[in-house]
């Protein structure tokens, strides 16, 4: 059996490069892609138990089906004056091209008068905090 049609994993092979090659991705494809994910596994044994991939709450959630929300949970912040007037600026420019029909382009992506007029929003702040 040639090297690209064994489907075991062997030491020099990663989990992900026999997936490659079983999915049929070329054997550059698999061999350079296996090469990462070793070297992500190695950079894994670096962290204690808690602080690796397996030890986030995303990953617990999602591989054990259960996790408490709780360690999604973040601490109440305020915005400051400055980002809280931003903000404020910022969507009152969304509703307004909103109201007009003008927030999306023909493509259907947020039209470049927008984006101008976000980008004007923020340079109020900072003309503001320069005086």
Not at 1 to 28: I, K, Y
Not at 96 to 125: F, Q, Y
């Amino acid at each position: 059996m040639t090297r690209s049609h064994q489907h075991h994993e062997t030491p020099e092979q990663s989990f992900a490069e026999v997936a490659l090659r079983m999915g049929g991705a070329s054997e550059d494809e698999a061999v350079r892609t296996g090469k990462l994910d070793s070297a992500d596994d190695q950079v894994e044994t670096m962290f204690s138990d808690a602080h690796r991939t397996t030890g986030s709450p995303i990953h617990r959630a999602v591989w054990d089906r259960r996790v408490s929300t709780a360690l999604f949970q973040t601490k109440e912040t305020t915005a400051s004056e400055d980002t809280a007037k931003v903000v404020n600026r910022s969507l009152v420019v969304v509703r307004m091209h909103k109201e007009r029909g003008t927030l999306l382009n023909d493509r259907g992506k947020i039209s470049d008068e927008v984006l101008d007029d976000l980008a004007e929003a923020v340079r109020h702040r900072r003309e503001t905090m320069v005086r």
